[in-house]
């Protein structure tokens, strides 16, 4: 009776599925879009993953965060519960350079990551799916693989399945004999889990990428969702089209069957959450709405709530009878990434800069708001308070910021001191000499720069790398800076001279941090 879907808004809503009511507010916590969300066996509890690179946890019937925060080093794109709900597997997805393409496996009631991270895919996971005995992880990737997992050691096992283009989907059958894709080649395909062989031709009908698959209970109807605007309906054993396909009025991301079946529940680019009878292919009561695009979607155990999460940074809850608004979890309103953290020398005071140009300060202890929050007249990605033993006992900030400036900040009173330093470009590293007597900072205009702290002016330029400069940092005694680029490569220089020291460190592609 309830259905909860996830948003980019960075909220969980959830919805009475009957009347199509939001039960009351947003569930908030993530700071980015919310792309899945998974309901263990038990129902008590799920887990949403976010692009913020967190799984959180939440109490289905409260909307309360329960547990521990679990991290990884990029976006998430999918998890599942095993079938136990004590664990948790997570899929890394890739939005930038530095996505780490790996399977994670967590004991979701301590937060521990279980082992080392799954590799193998070579690009973004989209979708896990695990056997009904719990013994087999699935993974679905853009680099138009299928693998399969031993899910207890993470061992790979048997070859990967292939299609010609990156797969988004992937599911069981109840009984783990066999395992459904779907792919960017517009293609449904049936495998053998045991042999790895494609039963039958490819299943074709949809025009564009098939985003989401979903087996009605019994395991006899799959339904998938297209970015062609379409649910379309399949006999699970012959790929046989059956019923008529149902229509949304943007690409359609998920699709999902209600615990009795009769019902699927759909989510799609144009902000709604529809229910549909399964029969008739009739839309059931009114739309439930998100203010931006949908990533997730789930349906409580017991049926009565829908959780939704996307890119309205919220998660919303709804009655599945009602579709009323529940709850609704969140922090900001709008599409704003947190890009840097420091926290003040005594440790009472977090400053957090992000895409909105502010620079905002927080009671490290409470989490409330305090001060008013400083401006830029771009995205600010970096942030260091001056160092406690010189400049007023840590009461100003040095910010950087993509309007190519770097801003000194009186913390007590909020003005900017002096003028701004200028690059030629955004900047988006930053720090401070040990002595506090010095700035460096680097940017997309290449050289690292050295700028006097109390008078602003700039003393010198190095010059090696030859792409942006993402992020700089001091070793401990002062001595040594370290220097991270998208020219693939991480470069050491003395921190007093600016003579390159060592040789270069190299990477595969971009270095951010």
């Not at 359609?252 to 292919?281: M, Q």
């Not at 009655?319 to 979890?329: F, N």
């Not at 190519?404 to 900017?416: A, F, L, N, S």
Request: aromatic letters at 10%; glycine letters at 10%; charged letters at 20%.
């Amino acid at each position: 009776s309830r259905l909860f879907s996830a948003s980019l808004d960075h909220t969980i809503r959830c919805w009475n599925s009957d009347t199509g009511d939001s039960i009351g507010d947003p569930w908030k916590g993530h700071t980015d879009g919310v792309n899945y969300l998974s309901l263990p066996s038990d129902g008590t509890k799920f887990a949403s993953a976010s692009q913020d690179k967190t799984i959180r946890f939440w109490d289905v019937h409260s909307g309360d965060p329960i547990g521990p925060l679990l991290q990884h080093e990029d976006s998430l794109c999918t998890i599942t519960f095993s079938p136990s709900g004590e664990f948790v597997a997570s899929g890394g997805q890739l939005f930038s350079a530095s996505a780490d393409q790996t399977i994670r496996c967590w004991n979701s009631d301590t937060g521990d990551s279980i082992g080392d991270p799954w590799k193998g895919h070579t690009g973004p996971i989209y979708s896990l799916s695990l056997s009904a005995d719990g013994t087999k992880l699935a993974s679905a990737s853009f680099d138009n693989t299928v693998r399969f997992w031993d899910a207890h050691s993470g061992d790979p096992i048997d070859q990967p399945l292939q299609h010609d283009d990156g797969v988004y989907a992937v599911t069981f059958s109840p009984s783990g004999e066999f395992l459904f894709s779907s792919s960017a080649d517009h293609t449904i395909r049936c495998w053998n889990s045991d042999t790895g062989e494609s039963i039958g031709d490819p299943w074709t009908g949809h025009t564009d990428w098939i985003y989401s698959l979903s087996l009605s209970p019994d395991g006899t109807k799959l339904a998938s969702a297209s970015w062609d605007q379409t649910v379309r309906f399949w006999d699970a054993y012959s790929g046989d089209h059956i019923e008529q396909p149902l229509q949304h009025d943007d690409a359609v991301n998920a699709v999902s069957f209600s615990p009795c079946g009769t019902r699927i529940a759909t989510y799609s680019h144009d902000k709604t959450i529809r229910l549909w009878d399964v029969e008739n292919g009739k839309q059931e009561g009114t739309s439930m709405e998100h203010q931006d695009i949908l990533y997730a979607l789930a349906v409580t155990r017991d049926g009565k709530r829908i959780l939704s999460g996307g890119r309205d940074q919220r998660i919303k809850v709804w009655d599945v009878e009602t579709h009323e608004l529940v709850e609704e979890w969140g922090g900001h309103t709008g599409w704003i990434l947190v890009y840097s953290l420091s926290l003040s020398p005594d440790g009472t005071k977090l400053a957090s800069t992000s895409s909105d140009k502010t620079i905002r300060f927080w009671d490290a202890y409470t989490g409330d708001p305090i001060d008013q929050p400083l401006q830029h007249d771009g995205t600010v990605w970096a942030i260091t308070f001056s160092p406690s033993e010189y400049l007023s006992g840590g009461t100003r900030i040095i910010t950087c910021s993509w309007d190519k400036t770097i801003r000194i900040w009186d913390v007590e009173d909020g003005e900017q001191e002096g003028t701004s330093m200028e690059h030629e470009e955004g900047l988006f590293g930053l720090a401070v000499t040990r002595d506090g007597t010095r700035i460096l900072s680097g940017g997309n205009d290449k050289p690292i720069r050295v700028w006097d702290l109390e008078t602003h002016e700039l003393i010198e330029e190095w010059e090696s790398h030859t792409g942006p400069v993402y992020s700089l940092s001091l070793s401990p005694d002062g001595t040594k800076l370290a220097s991270a680029s998208n020219d693939n490569t991480v470069r050491f220089w003395d921190a007093h001279s600016g003579d390159p020291i060592e040789q270069p460190l190299q990477h595969d592609d971009g270095v951010y941090a």
